[in-house]
């Protein structure tokens, strides 16, 4: 089993910044595919952003170059800096683990909300 943690979401205005985190604990592997989806009220829940155990990033469109996806190996945690935050970003985020096999595990969720 692995347990997943996140932290950081909140409220902010258009155009402001915020980071989430999440740490992954219990039966971690060596190698993983660590991710955060969203979910927004009414839509299907989406991938945001994914990364590799090697550092290899994957980016929704609607994203990609207002958001960055991190992770420390060494401390099994994954973070998601989101700058620019537009009210379409409003969503309820999930924190996810792929494990080498293939088992998915997902966090609580942590709500974002902009404001216009």
């Known amino acids: 089993q692995v347990q997943l943690v996140e932290s950081g979401g909140g409220l902010v205005q258009a155009g402001e910044s915020l980071r989430l985190s999440c740490a992954a604990s219990?039966?971690?592997?060596?190698?993983?595919?660590m991710g955060w989806y969203r979910q927004a009220p009414g839509k299907q829940r989406e991938l945001v952003a994914s990364?590799?155990?090697?550092?290899?990033?994957d980016y929704a469109h609607s994203v990609q170059g207002r958001f960055t996806i991190v992770r420390d190996n060494a401390k099994n945690t994954v973070a998601l800096q989101m700058n620019s935050l537009k009210p379409e970003d409003t969503a309820v985020y999930y924190c996810?683990?792929?494990?080498?096999?293939?088992?998915?595990?997902w966090g609580q969720g942590t709500q974002v909300t902009v404001s216009s």
């Open positions: 990364i590799t155990w090697r550092g290899n990033t």
């Open positions: 996810n683990y792929r494990s080498t096999y293939g088992t998915v595990y």
């Open positions: 219990g039966s971690v592997s060596n190698t993983n595919l």
